[in-house]
C-alpha cells in the first residue's frame, strides 16, 4: 500500500529539485514561475494509464516513470522549446505497494535531473473502481516570442526529415505480442519498449532547428510515422511523398536485423521529431542522426514510393484512441 497522502507528497517535495524558473513549487496553493522576458508559455499534457500504455507485469516502474515525463518533453521538444518546469498528478489503487511509487518517481526524477527541470507540483489521490495507476504529466516550457515551430509552416516542395531510428519500440511489441495469449492488435495501446530500453526527447535537437530556423513545421513521433505526418499534411494544407528505402529502420531482435517497414510506418512510440524544411540540414543534430525521407507536395495525401519507384497511397495507421468504437 503507498503512503499516506500527507508523507507521500512529503517524500516528492524531499526528492523534487527546484530551478530557475521556479520562484515557489511544492507546498503552496499554486506554483509561481518565472518566465523570461519577450518568451511564450508552452503547456503540454499526457495521460500515463495503467492497462492502457503500460502493464505492471511487463514494464519496470523506473521505465513507466521515465516514459510518463519523456511524453511531455518530446513535446516542447517539437515546439523548439525549453523546459521548464513539471507537474505531475499521480493516482494508485490501495494494492499497489509503496516500493513501486518510489521506483517509478525515480524513474522520473531522475530524467528530470538530466534536463535540470523542476518538479514544480502536482496532486495524489486514490484510485478507485479498478481504475489502475494514472499519471498525468504536464510540462512548463517557452519560446521566444513567435518562434514556435508549429505543424502548420510547411510549404510544398520541402524536404521531410526525422533524427533517429524508427520502429524499435513496434518490434518490442510484436515480439510480446508472440510471448502473450493475446494477439498484437489487443496490444497496440500498450506501449512498445523493452525492460531496457531509455527513451530520449530530442529537446537539444529541436531547439536547434528552431535557433537556426532549419524546421518549417515539426512534430513528434508518437503516435506513429503515417500518422504524425499526416498531422503536419492537414495543418500545413500539403500533401507528402514517402521513399520507403530512405526511412531510417531500427534494428532489433537476437540478429539485430532491421524492423519491417511497416512497423517503422505506423508503430509509434518513438519520440523522434519529423520535420520539414527548404534549408541544408545537416546529417547529425545535438547528437541525432538525421535523414531525409521524402518531400512534401502541393496535391493532398500522401503516397509511399516503392524500390521499384512506383507510387502507393500511404493512409494514417498510427494509434488513436477511441478507433476501434467509432
Do not use: N
Not at 170 to 180: D, V
Request: hydrophobic share 40%; proline share 5%; aromatic share 4%.
Amino acid at each position: 500500500m503507498p503512503l499516506a497522502e500527507k508523507k507521500l507528497i512529503q517524500q516528492i517535495r524531499r526528492s523534487a529539485r527546484g530551478g530557475k524558473s521556479v520562484v515557489i513549487g511544492i507546498g503552496d496553493d499554486c506554483a509561481v514561475l518565472r518566465v523570461p522576458p519577450g518568451h511564450e508559455l508552452l503547456v503540454t499534457t499526457d495521460f500515463t494509464l495503467e492497462k492502457v500504455h503500460f502493464r505492471r507485469d511487463w514494464h519496470r516502474p523506473e521505465l513507466v516513470g521515465r516514459r510518463c515525463l519523456t511524453r511531455g518533453l518530446s513535446d516542447i521538444a517539437a515546439m523548439g522549446g525549453e523546459p521548464r518546469a513539471a507537474f505531475l498528478s499521480l493516482a494508485v489503487p490501495s494494492d499497489v505497494p509503496q516500493k513501486w511509487v518510489r521506483r517509478f518517481l525515480k524513474g522520473l526524477l531522475d530524467l528530470a535531473a538530466e534536463f535540470k527541470l523542476p518538479l514544480a507540483g502536482g496532486d495524489t489521490a486514490q484510485s478507485a473502481g479498478g481504475g489502475g495507476i494514472q499519471a498525468d504529466i504536464v510540462v512548463v516550457g517557452s519560446v521566444p516570442k513567435g518562434k514556435a515551430v508549429l505543424r502548420s509552416g510547411a510549404k510544398a516542395g520541402e524536404g521531410i526529415y526525422v533524427t533517429g531510428e524508427l520502429g524499435g519500440s513496434a518490434a518490442e511489441l510484436a515480439r510480446l505480442a508472440e510471448a502473450t495469449p493475446v494477439g498484437a492488435e489487443s496490444l497496440r495501446h500498450i506501449w512498445r519498449f523493452s525492460g531496457q530500453s531509455r527513451p530520449q526527447a530530442r529537446v537539444a535537437a529541436g531547439q536547434w532547428l528552431r535557433q537556426h530556423r532549419v524546421a518549417s513545421a515539426m512534430i513528434d513521433l508518437s503516435d506513429g510515422l503515417s500518422t504524425d505526418l499526416e498531422h503536419i499534411c492537414k495543418e500545413s494544407h500539403v500533401g507528402a511523398e514517402i521513399e520507403a528505402e530512405a526511412i531510417p529502420r531500427a534494428q532489433a531482435g537476437p540478429g539485430k536485423k532491421r524492423v519491417a517497414l511497416e512497423l517503422a510506418l505506423h508503430g509509434g512510440d518513438d519520440y523522434e521529431l519529423l520535420f520539414t524544411s527548404a534549408a541544408v540540414v545537416p546529417s547529425h543534430i545535438a547528437g541525432a542522426r538525421v535523414t531525409r525521407i521524402g518531400h512534401t507536395t502541393p496535391s493532398a495525401g500522401m503516397r509511399l514510393i516503392g524500390p521499384d519507384g512506383k507510387k502507393r497511397p500511404l493512409h494514417a495507421g498510427g494509434w488513436e484512441h477511441f478507433k476501434g468504437d467509432s
